[in-house]
Nanobody
Framework: EVQLVESGGGLVQPGGSLRLSCAASGFRFVDYNIGWFRQVPGKEREGVSCPSSTGGTAYYAGSVKGRFTISTDNAKDTVYLQMNSLKPEDTAVYYC?????????????????WGQGTQVTVSS
C-alpha cells in the first residue's frame, strides 16, 4: 500500500522553526521525487518546495525562499522540510506528495500520491 505520512507540525511563534518529515512506503522511493505543498482555507493548494530531478537546484516558492530547505534521507525513505524564520502567513496544512522522477513541475496536478497533511500554525 502506498503511503506518505507527514509529521512535525504544530504551533510555533513567529520567527521560530519547525522541521516537517514525510515518511514514504509502499513504492520504490528512488523512482519518485517528493515535494511539499500547503493549503489554507479558501485558497488553492500551492507548491512550497520540490526537489530537482537532476540533482540541480530545488524549487522554492518565492514566499519561502531563503527560509525553507528541502532535504532527503534515502536510507530512511524520508523527505524533510526545514522551516526557519516562520511567519504568520506560513500558517497552513502542509502536505507531501510523490511524483515520478523526470517530472519537473512543482504543481499539485503532477503528483500521484499524497499524505494526509500536518497543520502548521504560526502565531504569538
Amino acid at each position: 500500500e502506498v503511503q506518505l505520512v507527514e509529521s512535525g507540525g504544530g504551533l510555533v511563534q513567529p520567527g521560530g522553526s519547525l522541521r516537517l518529515s514525510c515518511a514514504a512506503s509502499g513504492f520504490r522511493f528512488v523512482d519518485y521525487n517528493i515535494g511539499w505543498f500547503r493549503q489554507v482555507p479558501g485558497k488553492e493548494r500551492e507548491g512550497v518546495s520540490c526537489p530537482s530531478s537532476t540533482g540541480g537546484t530545488a524549487y522554492y516558492a518565492g514566499s519561502v525562499k531563503g527560509r525553507f530547505t528541502i532535504s532527503t534521507d534515502n536510507a530512511k525513505d524520508t523527505v524533510y522540510l526545514q522551516m526557519n524564520s516562520l511567519k504568520p502567513e506560513d500558517t497552513a496544512v502542509y502536505y507531501c506528495a510523490a511524483q515520478r522522477v523526470g517530472t519537473s513541475t512543482c504543481h499539485p496536478a503532477w503528483f500521484d500520491y499524497w499524505g494526509q497533511g500536518t497543520q502548521v500554525t504560526v502565531s504569538s
